[in-house]
Structures are given as structure tokens and as C-alpha cells.
DNA sequence: ACATTCCCAAGCAAAATAGTCAAGATTATC
DNA sequence: GATAATCTTGACTATTTTGCTTGGGAATGT
């Protein structure tokens, strides 16, 4: 299974997308900057994106991206999907010829948590994730770097765990 | 978050040694011919799985390795974490300085991320595997490996998917 | 003694990851 | 229509991780 640095970064930078919706296309530069992200790193995670019709581009001076649907419509299940190619934890990726072209011992246990993880995270939308509050604070820092919010220090973790919960 | 076969081959094996459970010490040499995984390997492996107390050892001839505890004892999530150092999603691994020493935008999201799976996964014991159907044929034909069986190409995977059920 | 097993550390090739670089296509604006 | 901003693409590179090998040891039953 791969969750790596790349699926974190283009949930990242969807969730900074759906941030600034209503601000017109959003450049690869502005969330390179905020985000502390590559740009030409970005640029392959978004062709792979827009590939999936994620995010929409707009070209030329003025443009950027902007979400491919509303943030309630995009899961994060999907965002990693598009850029990390599988999330499947099977060695034969879901064939069964994990071992001498038969099934191995642990094929279904991988199998089954594969599908959990999955099913997990396309319940939580790019939507749910702008409710929380850690990420409005997150984000405002982000959007105002100058100054400094030395109140805010807060344990800000949700600590809920609840599976259905989002 | 790492779910390589690092941790698939140490679930595997640890299954082997529980489905032998009774023969007395298991042999690396063993366990490494039916499951296809190289010796040297698996030495290693079993060299963190001994720290953790998850497997106890006998040296000389007739020796070998045996659970650390009861088969109902031992969970999955325990295994993986031995082998692979962490399970954690994050890239921070639980600090919030992914950014610049501050909270990236998505910490809490890997943060839950990795107590889900930790969670699923520490609720599955290896005898919960032993008494999945589908492991019991495979472990069949791996300590028959000359006999041919044909008649059983039906469909072993469970399918429930219930986070619960383990 | 000796073969069998566990134990341990170093090293290594292949793959994957994270990122760079260079060139191009499109389009708003002056 | 020149220019600059922006997306688009492909190739290339450095680093890390993985999966594995090598080569030695230490314990212990026979």
C-alpha cells in the first residue's frame, strides 16, 4: 500500500484549493508558497489530478486551478487514488498469485484492510475537513503570515477517532 | 505510513508459526521454503519480532522459534508496528512541525488516519486468521505440496467488511 | 567434535520517492 | 502582437527505502 508524501501533499493541496474557493483560479505558485510544496512537484501531482477531473485549470495570465466539483463532492479516498496509483495493500494487488502463482497466507487480511482504509477515507470530503477547526486556524496562519497568534495554543486535536465520524 | 512487505512477510510468518503451533520450535529454514521468503530476511525480521517478546527462540539443532504468547494474544497491528518502525501516517510522526515547526494543513487528518488502521488492525489476533477458512486451504497446500487439489477453486474471499468484525 | 540452529552487523542492487530542469502551449493584458 | 503569466509535459537526478546477501559469530543437542 502506498500513503506517502505525494498523496499527502495533493490532499493538501486540494484542501488549500477548496480554502480559497471564491478567490478566482488558484496558481501552483500560491500554494507552493503556502503549502511548502515544490512547485514543479505540484505540477506533476496536478496533471494527474486534472487527469481525474479533480481539479479544473485555466491558463494564462489570471489563471490557476480550481476544484473539479464542490468540496462536498471530493473525497480524500480519491485524491489519493489519483496520485498515488493504488492504495491496495496486496502484493498482487488483488490478483491471487501472491505465491508461486497461488493465493498467499495473508491475501485476504490485506485485501479486507485495504478495503477499510479505502472505505474510511471516502467518507471524508474535502468539505468535512474545511469544518474542522484546526484547519480554519491552520489556514488562517497560512493566509497571514505577518502576524503572529501567539493565543492559539491550544491542543487543537480532535481526538473524536470515531470511524463514522469524518 | 508504511505497509510494505516488511510487515506482510512478518504477519505471514507469524501465521506459519501459529498454524504449526504444537510441532515445537519452527525453523526459519521452514517457515522461509513454505512461504517463499528468504531466510537471511526473515532473520532479521524475527530479530525485532524477538525484542517485542512476540516470538521466543531456541538455539541448537532441534530449535527454532515459537509465539511469545497465546495465538488469541497476538494481534496484527503488534506485528506490523515491530517490524515496520511506525505506522503513522504523519509526516511529522505525531509532532506537529510538518511545517515550518507549525501544523501542516492536514496533520489531524493522517493523525486519525493512523489510529483507524492501528485500531482495525490491533483488533485482529492471529487465531481470528487461523480460523478464516480461505488460510486454513492455503496452509493446506503449503504442507502438501506435492498432492494436487483441484476441487478447490471456489471463491475464498470472505467479503463482510465489517470494521468490527476482525 | 560437529552439525544445526539462532543471532548480528555490514553492505548492496533495484526500486520508489521526491524533486529538478528544460521546453513548450495557451491566453490575458498592454 | 509582444510580453508575461500560467498551465503542460517529459526527461532527468538525487535520495531513501526495500529486499536481500554475505559473512561471520554464539549456543546447544547429539
Chains 1, 2 share one sequence.
Request: charged fraction near 25%.
Amino acid at each position: 500500500m502506498k500513503l506517502t508524501t505525494k498523496g499527502r501533499y495533493a490532499v493538501t493541496a486540494m484542501l488549500d484549493l477548496s480554502l480559497h474557493y471564491g478567490e478566482g483560479p488558484i496558481t501552483l505558485a500560491d500554494i507552493a508558497q503556502r503549502q511548502g510544496i515544490s512547485l514543479s512537484y505540484l505540477e506533476q501531482l496536478f496533471s494527474r489530478l486534472r487527469k481525474k477531473s479533480l481539479v479544473a485549470s485555466v491558463r494564462g495570465p489570471g489563471g490557476g486551478y480550481s476544484l473539479g466539483r464542490g468540496a462536498d463532492e471530493i473525497f480524500v479516498g480519491e485524491v489519493i487514488s489519483a496520485v498515488d496509483e493504488n492504495i491496495d495493500t496486496t502484493r498482487c494487488s488483488g490478483a491471487h498469485n501472491c505465491q508461486n502463482n497461488e493465493r498467499c497466507l495473508t491475501h485476504d487480511l490485506w485485501s479486507d484492510l485495504s478495503n477499510q482504509i479505502y472505505g474510511y477515507l471516502n467518507k471524508i470530503s474535502l468539505q468535512d475537513l474545511m469544518d474542522r477547526q484546526a484547519v480554519r486556524e491552520v489556514a488562517d496562519r497560512q493566509d497571514h503570515p505577518d502576524t503572529e497568534q501567539p493565543g492559539l495554543d491550544v491542543s487543537l486535536v480532535d481526538g473524536s477517532g470515531d470511524m463514522a465520524g469524518a
